[in-house]
């Protein structure tokens, strides 16, 4: 017997038409949703694509970076070994000038101690000979040339807030004579018509402060009986357990000072100073 269904106030159809009609709405149905689904995933992918070049744009920017942190890296190491290398010329270019200074005051006395009196400054020259006659006149004794080229007072202006007396530079005409006079100071105390004097080599002032930067530890070192020595250009020489120890750096002395027990301790510098303060 054929179904019939009704439709909708129409005339009456059949279960193939039915079936027909509700195959349409159906598939009508599900192509709608097949669409949106289609649309949202085309979106997705698109956002799927852009997150993937934005992706590859950021690794890149990283890379990029990377790379320039890497090459300003490298440039600082140069520049740092450039530095590195321009100090170490200007040291040598400075260490240079100033022993070629020192050559140049090797025939020079620095004599330190002498009133500085109008009628001692107006004849120097004849002072320096009242002086090696009083302290070493086996000199003139010899027939050595004591004679000077020049001898001034350093500075040559005259600071009224200092109550010490200027130095006195002189350069002498012989070599071997200075040389003699400089020995005889450093075995005992000069005089000048009884007034204690000091007689050096005179020096750059580079390396006469290099040379007072040992002051404490030198007048320690012969508290101690190690018979210190300054050497040129500033070197610091001691007599200990029967050998000659010589330093060119403090902090090497103090070092050397620390591993020695009869040493350790005797030496701090700072605890030095404080208790000088």
């Known amino acids: ?20 009609e509700m195959t349409k709405k159906m598939e009508a149905f599900w192509e709608e ?29 990283i890379r990029q970076l990377e790379d320039n942190d890497r090459v300003k890296e490298q440039e600082s190491i140069k520049q740092s070994q450039n530095t590195k290398k321009l100090e170490e010329n200007i040291k040598y270019l400075t ?14 006395l620095r004599i330190i101690g002498l009133p ?18 009083e302290n070493c006149p086996e000199i003139l004794e010899q027939g050595g040339n004591t004679s000077t080229d020049r001898a001034h007072r350093t500075p040559s202006t005259l600071n009224p807030q200092k109550t010490t007396p200027r130095n006195v530079i002189a350069k002498f005409q012989s070599y071997q004579t200075k040389e003699k006079i400089l020995q ?8 000048y018509k009884g007034m204690p004097i000091r007689v050096t080599q005179d020096l750059a002032s580079s390396t006469l402060n290099d040379r007072k930067a040992w002051n404490m530890i030198f007048r320690k070192a012969r508290e101690l009986g190690l018979q210190p020595r300054i050497s040129y250009p500033a070197k ?19 070092l050397f000072a620390k591993k020695r027990p009869e040493l350790c301790g005797k030496f701090d510098t700072e605890n030095q100073r404080a208790r000088n303060t």
Request: proline share 2%.
């Open 1 to 20: 017997m054929l179904q019939t269904f009704q439709r909708n106030g129409n005339s009456p159809q059949t279960y193939e038409e039915f079936e027909s």
């Open 116 to 133: 500085d009196k109008p009628e001692i400054n107006t004849k120097l020259d004849m002072v320096i000979q009242d002086i090696i006659k």
């Open 33 to 61: 949703k097949l669409e949106i689904m289609q649309k949202k995933f085309t979106h997705l992918q698109n956002q799927f694509d852009q997150t993937v070049k934005e992706n590859q744009a950021l690794k890149a920017r």
């Open 184 to 191: 005889e100071a450093r075995k005992r105390q000069f005089r």
């Open 236 to 254: 610091l020489t001691i007599y200990f357990q029967g050998k000659v120890w010589a330093f060119n750096k403090i902090e090497d002395f103090q």
């Open 95 to 108: 260490d240079k000038v100033i022993d070629l200074e020192n050559r140049g005051r090797r025939d020079n």
